[in-house]
């Protein structure tokens, strides 16, 4: 079993920036790959970026050159770093994280981009 606990979300400007952290109750060298999903009121969840265990990265096109995924195994915490963010970008925000004994999803964490 793995907890995730999401932070770091809220309301800001347009153009603004936020960091989102992800952090697991165990150590991440036991995680496969882990990504951050969005879903959009009345809308589909996405995935937006992902990090395997060995530090490779993808994004989904919307969000390239914008938002960076990085993962620092010591302190079990995968963060996503959003800057020039949009109002499209507004979604509540999931931590996954896939591992040899099943696939677990954080809470969520609310970000709003809204002037």
Same mark, same amino acid.
């Given at each position: 079993?793995?907890?995730?606990?999401?932070?770091? &979300?809220?309301?800001? %400007? *347009?153009? =603004?920036?936020? /960091?989102?952290?992800?952090? +697991?109750?165990?150590?991440?060298? !036991?995680?496969?790959?882990? &990504?951050?999903?969005? %879903? *959009?009121? =009345?809308?589909? /969840?996405?995935?937006?970026? +992902?990090?395997?265990?060995?530090? !490779?990265?993808?994004?989904?096109?919307?969000?390239?050159?914008?938002?960076?995924?990085? /993962?620092?195994?010591?302190?079990?915490?995968?963060?996503?770093?959003?800057?020039?963010?949009?109002?499209?970008?507004?979604?509540?925000?999931?931590?996954?994280?896939?591992?040899?004994?099943?696939?677990?999803?954080?809470?969520?964490?609310?970000?709003?981009?809204?002037?």
């Amino acid at each position: 079993q793995v907890q995730l606990v999401e932070s770091g &979300g809220g309301l800001v %400007q *347009p153009g =603004g920036s936020l /960091r989102l952290s992800c952090t +697991a109750s165990r150590s991440f060298f !036991s995680i496969s790959v882990v &990504g951050w999903y969005r %879903q *959009p009121s =009345g809308k589909q /969840r996405e995935l937006v970026a +992902a990090i395997t265990r060995g530090g !490779s990265t993808n994004y989904v096109d919307s969000v390239k050159d914008r938002f960076t995924i990085s /993962r620092d195994n010591t302190e079990n915490t995968v963060s996503l770093q959003m800057n020039s963010l949009k109002p499209e970008d507004t979604a509540i925000y999931y931590c996954n994280a896939r591992t040899p004994s099943g696939t677990y999803w954080g809470k969520g964490t609310l970000v709003t981009v809204s002037s």
